[in-house]
């Protein structure tokens, strides 16, 4: 059972940054592939990016691409979400989680083996 913990959303004005963590525990860390995704109010969960268990494979979603990078420590179990160039777009709940496949090649909510809460952005225009 790996555990997730989300932190590092907030306010933040239309073109600034932020960097989310997700701090996992319970499990081994090293070996799943860890994705970001979002939810806005009154929408699906959409995918934002996934990073290899190695860090050596990622992709991004067409919308953040450019903007967003994704990266893990995985001697300290965390992966982490910079955000440049934010836009009230990104507005949304963040949500960790870890697929056990390892690789970047899956990208499907539906498909995740474990999920975080979640951590708040909001962005003002």
């Known amino acids: 059972q790996v555990q997730l913990v989300e932190s590092g959303g907030g306010l933040v004005q239309t073109g600034g940054s932020l960097r989310l963590s997700c701090a996992a525990s319970?499990?081994?860390?090293?070996?799943?592939?860890m994705g970001w995704f979002r939810q806005a109010p009154g929408k699906e969960r959409d995918f934002v990016a996934v990073?290899?268990?190695?860090?050596?494979?990622?992709y991004y979603a067409g919308s953040v691409k450019g903007r967003f990078t994704i990266s893990r420590d995985n001697a300290k179990n965390t992966v982490y979400l910079q955000m440049n160039s934010l836009r009230p777009e990104d507005t949304a709940v963040y949500y960790c989680?870890?697929?056990?496949?390892?690789?970047?090649?899956?990208?499907?909510?539906?498909?995740?083996?474990?999920w975080g809460k979640g951590t708040l952005v909001t962005v003002s225009s």
């Open positions: 989680a870890a697929d056990h496949d390892g690789s970047s090649r899956r990208r499907d909510a539906k498909v995740m083996d474990y």
């Open positions: 990073i290899s268990w190695s860090g050596g494979s990622t």
């Open positions: 319970g499990g081994t860390f090293s070996t799943y592939a």
